[in-house]
C-alpha cells in the first residue's frame, strides 16, 4: 500500500497538519496507535494562546467552534501560600490571550473536520525506515506496511520516527509530576475548591508544589510536583493508591488541609508522569522525505506551549507544502529553518519557568515571574 503523505499520531499537531492540508486539497493519512478516539482520556484543560495555538486553529477553519469549547473563568490565576492564603490573583475578565478549553473536545473538533477513513485507528508503528529518494516504508504492529513519499513524525516524546533524523533521546529532568482529580468539587470537597478558585491555582516551595486547574462540571485536576530521582516512584507501591498518595502527602506535611486533600482525596488512581525532556537545541540534518513536529521534534518540560506549539507546527508544515507543492524538500527545508530556533527558544523559557516554580526562590519567584508577564500583558492592552 502507498501513501503520499503519511502522519504518524493523531494529537493535537498532526490533525492540525491533516485538517489545513485538506483544505487545500491534499490528501493525508494519519497512522495512530490507539485503537479508537476514544481509547483513553485525553488529559485536562489546555490554554490556547492568540500568538501560535489560535493562529493554528484560524488556518484549519475552526476557530469558531474552538470559542464554542472555551470554559468561562478558566484563565483565573491564583497563588497561594502554604498555608492557603492568596499571594497573588489575577481576575479571568475575558481579555486575556490564553482561554481554557478541554483538551479531549479540542482533538474531537479536529477529528470531526476530516474525512471519514483519514485515521487508520489500531496502528501502531513498529519501526520505519529509508528506502532512498524520500520514500518510507512503515511496518505496523499489526504486520501490515506502507511506504510513503513524506513521512512526518507527530508521534510524541518517544517517537518511532525521531530516529531516521536524530539519536537524540529524551532525558529525565529530575522532576515527577502526580496527577489526581476530585469530582463533583463545590459540593463535596468546598474548601479545596474554594482554594483552586475558577481557574488555576499554584502553591510552591523550593522542589516542591501543587498546582490544580478547575475543570467545567465541578472536576479538579491536580498535579502534584516534586523533584525527585527517576528512581523515587519506584520505591512506592503505587498499585494501592490510598497508600501511595499518602506518602506523597507527607512530602506537604504542615501545608494547609484544604491544599493536600487535593491529593488525599483524589477519586481516581493517581497517574505518575515522570518529565523528560530533548536537548534544548535539539535539531538534525535535512534528510529527504521525512520531518517532526510536536513533543516528536522539541519535547520539554511543561510550560504551557506544548500543545501550542505542536498546532502551529502542523499548521507552518502546512503551509510550507501548499507553497511548494512540486518541491517536498524545498517545504521541509523551510519548515524546519523556522522551527529549529522557535523551538529553542520555547525550550530554553520552559526550563527557565521549571526553575521558577520549583527552585530554590519558590514562590517568590512565581511571583515576581507573573508580576512580569501580567504586567507587559496589561501594556499590551
Request: glycine share 10%; aromatic share 6%.
Given at each position: ?75 483565573e ?27 479531549g ?56 520516527v ?10 529525565y ?60 516512584a ?51 540534518d ?27 507546527d ?18 521541509l ?11 529553542a ?37
Amino acid at each position: 500500500m502507498k501513501s503520499p503523505v503519511a502522519i504518524v499520531g493523531a494529537g493535537l499537531g498532526g490533525l492540525t497538519l491533516a485538517r489545513v492540508l485538506h483544505l487545500h486539497g491534499i490528501a493525508t493519512t494519519v497512522y495512530e496507535a490507539e485503537a479508537s478516539a476514544e481509547a483513553r482520556t485525553q488529559g485536562g484543560m489546555l490554554d490556547i494562546h492568540d500568538h501560535n495555538g489560535q493562529i493554528a486553529l484560524k488556518a484549519a477553519g475552526l476557530f469558531d467552534e474552538f470559542v464554542a469549547l472555551v470554559h468561562p473563568g478558566g484563565q483565573e490565576m491564583r497563588a497561594l501560600d502554604l498555608q492557603g492564603n492568596v499571594l497573588l490573583h489575577h481576575p479571568d475578565d475575558g481579555t486575556g490571550g490564553r482561554p481554557e478549553v478541554p483538551r479531549g473536545e479540542l482533538r474531537r473538533i479536529l477529528l470531526d473536520s476530516l474525512p471519514a477513513g483519514t485515521v487508520r485507528w489500531g496502528k501502531k508503528l513498529a519501526a520505519a525506515a529509508a528506502l532512498g529518494e524520500g520514500r518510507h516504508l512503515l511496518t505496523f504492529a499489526d504486520g501490515t506496511t506502507v511506504t510513503t513519499d513524506l513521512l512526518v513524525g507527530a508521534d510524541g516524546a518517544w517517537s518511532k520516527v525521531r530516529p531516521l533524523l536524530s539519536g537524540a533521546r529524551p532525558a529525565y529532568v529530575g522532576t515527577t509530576f502526580v496527577e489526581t482529580y476530585l469530582f463533583e468539587a463545590d459540593v463535596n470537597h468546598q474548601p479545596s475548591a474554594e482554594a483552586v478558585g475558577g481557574g488555576s491555582m499554584f502553591a510552591l516551595a523550593p522542589g516542591k508544589g501543587i498546582a490544580a486547574h478547575r475543570e467545567p462540571n465541578g472536576v479538579l485536576h491536580t498535579y502534584v510536583v516534586l523533584n525527585k530521582p527517576e528512581d523515587w516512584a519506584s520505591r512506592l507501591d503505587f498499585s494501592n493508591p490510598a497508600t501511595a498518595l499518602a506518602h506523597v502527602a507527607a512530602e506537604f506535611d504542615g501545608w494547609a488541609p484544604a491544599l493536600t486533600a487535593l491529593i488525599t482525596d483524589g477519586e481516581t488512581a493517581p497517574v505518575l508522569r515522570p518529565i523528560h525532556a530533548l536537548p534544548v537545541d535539539h535539531r538534525w540534518d535535512r534528510m529527504p522525505g521525512v520531518t517532526l513536529l510536536g513533543d516528536a521534534a522539541h519535547l520539554m518540560a511543561p510550560s504551557g506551549e506544548g500543545a501550542n506549539l505542536a498546532m502551529y507546527d502542523g499548521a507552518e508544515l502546512a503551509a510550507a507544502i501548499v507553497a511548494n507543492p512540486n518541491d517536498v524538500e524545498a517545504a521541509l527545508a523551510a519548515y524546519e529553518k523556522d522551527l529549529f530556533p522557535r523551538s529553542a527558544a520555547e525550550a530554553a523559557a520552559a526550563e527557565e519557568l521549571l526553575e521558577v516554580c520549583y527552585g530554590d526562590n519558590a514562590p517568590q519567584s512565581l511571583i515576581d515571574f507573573f508580576g512580569r508577564h501580567l504586567s507587559v500583558e496589561n501594556h499590551a492592552e
